[in-house]
T-cell receptor, first 113, second 114 residues
Framework: AQTVTQSQPEMSVQEAETVTLSCTYD???????LFWYKQPPSRQMILVIR??????QNATENRFSVNFQKAAKSFSLKISDSQLGDAAMYFC??????????FGQGTRLTINP | GAVVSQHPSRVICKSGTSVKIECRSL??????MFWYRQFPKQSLMLMAT?????????EQGVEKDKFLINHASLTLSTLTVTSAHPEDSSFYIC??????????FGSGTRLTVV
């Protein structure tokens, strides 16, 4: 069975600094996708960034970037120039096949002003 | 990207009654919709997969007769919690299945059973 592990239940960072959220996964699929979702207090799930496993280049979306290490099955999220609005729960997810997503336990990110 | 409208956002119902939650795909043909449940401070747990025009498939441990799913059209999937009890109180959220749809989530429904 696929598993996604986020080993950091909580993280905090000073505003304008950089923070990295960790995620490891295990899958038997040869082709898969990885995602980071943000869930603010409203509980709306917002897609932050997506990585196709066949692509070697790390995905980037403005201040958000990933460090995708396929051999190590690691998929960390880096948030640069942290802003107060980045405070939320962040979930790492792996496409399981049949369009299913497996989610990690989540990391609660706090931004200190 | 695709937009999924979920209603209601909040509902309070009495124990023993049924509640229907709707997820509507506004601009994308939703052949597949996933339904999740999320308890406070926990991750999303997949409950079932609804497929347009066919029976839903349920994850292990999810009661089919309690959580009725209907996906009669390409734009609408519904989850009905039947004979609700306080332990069914949770946050329910749907997700569009197709990757080309961006794996978009609905805005969620907070169900409280009193």
């Amino acid at each position: 069975a696929q598993t996604v592990t986020q080993s950091q239940p909580e993280m905090s960072v000073q505003e304008a600094e950089t923070v990295t959220l960790s995620c490891t996964y295990d899958t038997s699929e040869s082709d898969y996708y990885l995602f980071w979702y943000k869930q603010p207090p409203s509980r709306q799930m917002i897609l932050v960034i997506r990585q196709e496993a066949y692509k070697q280049q790390n995905a980037t979306e403005n201040r958000f970037s990933v460090n995708f290490q396929k051999a190590a099955k690691s998929f960390s999220l880096k948030i640069s120039d942290s802003q107060l609005g980045d405070a939320a729960m962040y979930f790492c997810a792996c496409y399981q096949g049949a369009q299913k997503l497996v989610f990690g336990q989540g990391t609660r990110l706090t931004i200190n002003p | 990207g695709a937009v999924v409208s979920q209603h209601p956002s909040r509902v309070i119902c009495k124990s023993g009654t049924s509640v229907k939650i709707e997820c509507r795909s506004l601009d994308f043909q939703a052949t597949t919709m996933f339904w999740y449940r999320q308890f406070p401070k926990q991750s999303l747990m997949l409950m079932a997969t609804s497929n347009e025009g066919s029976k839903a498939t349920y994850e292990q441990g999810v009661e089919k007769d309690k959580f009725l799913i209907n996906h009669a059209s390409l734009t609408l999937s519904t989850l009905t919690v039947t004979s609700a009890h306080p332990e069914d109180s949770s946050f329910y959220i749907c997700r569009l299945g197709q990757l080309s749809g961006g794996y978009t989530f609905g805005s969620g429904t907070r169900l409280t059973v009193v």
